[in-house]
């Protein structure tokens, strides 16, 4: 279970939201909505460990995320606004670095992965001369992957067409359905998932989260 615990977050001397707690647990998905500026991003990362809240803390299986951050690490797959993809590599080439460097036990077929995301015939193409949403798909193929039970997405739908937010949509239920942890922001509706997740609404105004 990942929770957090009374947090506040101060950008440039404004308060974005305080004393904010927040429980995700296995078999959960959560959607953080709220206007541009809200805070949303800064949530998600305070939440990866990424940077450190002003106040409060993050844990993970109870303990702070200061103090398993390797254990933690392992099981989380955190996706922000840059797809964080080679350019120079291909799209299969991407995934075979990313299977390398963070799912060292996936024994997912890379060619049936990149075509469940939309990419056949694309495999080989260098990403750099892929369109935005195909270097989302390259990302999001790790998904795919396996591992890391809790996913922490920012705005993944972002550039993807309808049938593969469908897709993702899909797997964000089976990955729940596993006991998997499931955390993003997006400022569209759910469909598959709309009966499943649960919204936390962060407002600018407030100062805090309902
Ligand atoms: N590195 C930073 N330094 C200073 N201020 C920042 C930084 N990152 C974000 N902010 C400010 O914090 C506020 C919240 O930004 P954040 O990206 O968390 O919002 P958001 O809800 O994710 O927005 P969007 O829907 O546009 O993605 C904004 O006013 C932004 O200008």
Redesign the pocket.
Known sequence: MLEAHALTCV??ERT?FSDLSLAVAPGELVQIA?????????LLRLLAGLSRPYEGAVSWQGENIEQCRDSFHQNLFYLGHQAGIKHELSAYENLAFFRRMHHKGSTANLWEVLAQVGLAGLEEQYAGQLSAGQKRRVALARLWLGGPRLWILDEPFTAIDKHGVKVLERLFLEHTDAGGMVLI?T?QDLNLCAGRARILH?SPSREDAQ
């Open positions: 950008r440039e974005l709220g206007p541009n500026g809200a805070g949303k991003t800064s922001t400022h962060l």
